[in-house]
Nanobody, 116 residues
């Protein structure tokens, strides 16, 4: 069974930086698509950034030039480097994986709070 585990969330002041990580277990082959979504209080879940094998990363307009998605050195790991964080970035961030077998998997989410 594929499991996704997020780490690295927490409280950061406006203008600060944070690095989220996601590690997938229970899968042998390399995951085709890994992405970060987020859901702020009272809002719908939205795509933040996606990394699809063989393609350039996609970013939400609101995070372009501030966030960077990357695959980790370890197989089926992923990071999200977040800079110049704003209060509007406060949300629960979810790791998403689509291995390419028609299945989709979600992590439980990790809270990022941007506040002074």
């Amino acid at each position: 069974q594929v499991q996704l585990l997020e780490s690295g969330g927490g409280l950061v002041p406006p203008g600060g930086s944070l690095r989220l990580s996601c590690a997938a277990s229970g899968i042998i082959f390399t995951i085709n698509t890994m992405a970060w979504y987020r859901q702020a209080p009272g809002k719908l879940r939205e795509l933040v950034a996606a990394d699809i094998s063989g393609r350039s990363p996609n970013y939400a307009d609101s995070v372009k030039s501030r966030f960077t998605i990357s695959r980790g050195k370890a197989k089926n790991t992923m990071h999200l480097e977040m800079n110049s964080l704003q209060a509007e970035d406060t949300a629960i961030y979810y790791c998403y994986a689509a291995p390419g077998d028609g299945m989709e998997h979600w992590g439980k989410g990790i809270l990022v709070t941007v506040s002074s």
